[in-house]
């Protein structure tokens, strides 16, 4: 049965410190370390086929914190878009077959926030008022002072899933993806077929994985949040 598994990255270091991320390519807090262990923990004995992520630094080690605790994956490689077909010229011998491939796409990467980025959230609110920052925030086409809506992020996020994604889909696999809070939202969107009224308020939190099962047809049978449990 083909699965899609989302996770979010674990809270970032700007996230911590209230700030407008985007495409800077920050580290994750420690805490934001301990969510995506968590995560793995909560994907011990799942069996990945195949691997997807930012070219963000976030969401790339949210994936090998999720690896580290994983059964099944021993050895991977990584496969950048644009060294893509270099690395495929060969024919995979019966070693490469047991690596998990992780590919790595900016078409992945969180919204673009153009010039809020590298911003304290509470300043830019004191700057332009409450109204016209939730605009930018949470709109569906209303970008931000040269950056990207939603609408926009979803324009370079799914022609990369239905070219690479579905595919692997269509064939049986669990596919991981890891990458960020618009990005995953764009997907969220398509796979659940939502309204831009219901994606903008629909909160993805770090560090939890959403599954996504399909028929073998590729239309959605069950969704499920997998949450730790409480202490």
Not at 104 to 109: A, P, Q, R, T, V
Not at 114 to 127: E, M, Y
Request: one cysteine or more; hydrophobic letters at 35%.
């Amino acid at each position: 049965m083909p699965r899609l598994i989302l996770v979010r990255h674990g809270q970032s270091i700007w996230n911590l410190q209230n700030r407008f991320t985007g495409w800077v390519d920050v580290s994750l807090s420690r805490q934001g370390i301990t969510e995506a262990e968590q995560a793995g923990e909560l994907l011990t004995h799942e069996h990945f086929d195949v691997a997807f992520t930012s070219a963000l630094q976030r969401a790339q080690d949210t994936l090998y914190e999720i690896l580290k605790k994983n059964s099944n994956c021993h050895q991977y490689v990584r496969v950048h878009e644009q060294s893509q077909k270099w690395y495929e010229h060969f024919a995979a011998t019966e070693g490469d077959l047991s690596e998990l491939k992780i590919f790595i796409s900016e078409k992945l990467n969180e919204r673009y926030y153009g010039d809020l980025q590298g911003l304290n959230k509470d300043s830019v609110i004191q700057k332009y008022g409450l109204e016209q920052v939730l605009q930018w925030r949470r709109s569906y086409s209303i970008p931000p002072p040269n950056g990207e809506s939603l609408e926009m992020t979803a324009k370079r996020v799914l022609p990369y899933y239905r070219q690479h994604i579905i595919p692997r889909l269509g064939a049986g696999a669990t596919v991981l993806v890891t990458a960020h809070g618009n990005s995953l939202r764009a997907l969220v969107m398509y796979i659940e077929s939502l309204s831009a009224e219901a994606i903008v308020q629909k909160e993805i939190p770090t560090g939890i994985p959403l599954i996504y099962k399909f028929t073998n047809e590729l239309q959605l049978q069950e969704y499920s949040m997998i949450k730790p449990e409480a202490p």
